[in-house]
Nanobody, 126 residues
Framework: QVQLVESGGGLVQAGGSLRLSCAAS????????MAWFRQAPGKEREFVAT????????YYADSVKGRFTISRDNAKNTVYLQMNSLKLEDTAVYYC???????????????????WGQGTQVTVSS
């Protein structure tokens, strides 16, 4: 079993930045592909970014490309999502997700991930 705990959410003005963290336990992070998803009020959960086990391959949703950066520190068992130039439409609950596997193919569907955190709220104000 893998436990994921997100942190770093909060209230930020449009144009500002936040860094989310996802701490993993129960299994070495190096064996996992990690991802961030988000769910805005009244909308379905959507893919944001994913990173392979090595950190060498990343993939982003078009809506966040160039503004968000996913990274990982396997020694600390932690994955990060640096969010810059935040927009009102980035307001959502952000979820960390994990799946076993050492492949490099991006995985962007929710059902491809086995483990989920409880989420952290990000609110962008004008």
């Amino acid at each position: 079993q893998v436990q994921l705990v997100e942190s770093g959410g909060g209230l930020v003005q449009a144009g500002g930045s936040l860094r989310l963290s996802c701490a993993a336990s129960g299994r070495a992070l190096i064996s996992l592909r990690m991802a961030w998803f988000r769910q805005a009020p009244g909308k379905e959960r959507e893919f944001v970014a994913t990173i392979d086990w090595s950190g060498g391959n990343t993939y982003y949703a078009d809506s966040v490309k160039g503004r968000f950066t996913i990274s990982r520190d396997n020694a600390k068992n932690t994955v990060y999502l640096q969010m810059n130039s935040l927009k009102l439409e980035d307001t959502a609950v952000y979820y960390c997700a994990a799946r076993s596997g050492l492949g490099h193919t991006p995985r962007i569907a929710m059902d491809e991930y086995d483990y989920w955190g409880q989420g952290t709220q990000v609110t962008v104000s004008s």
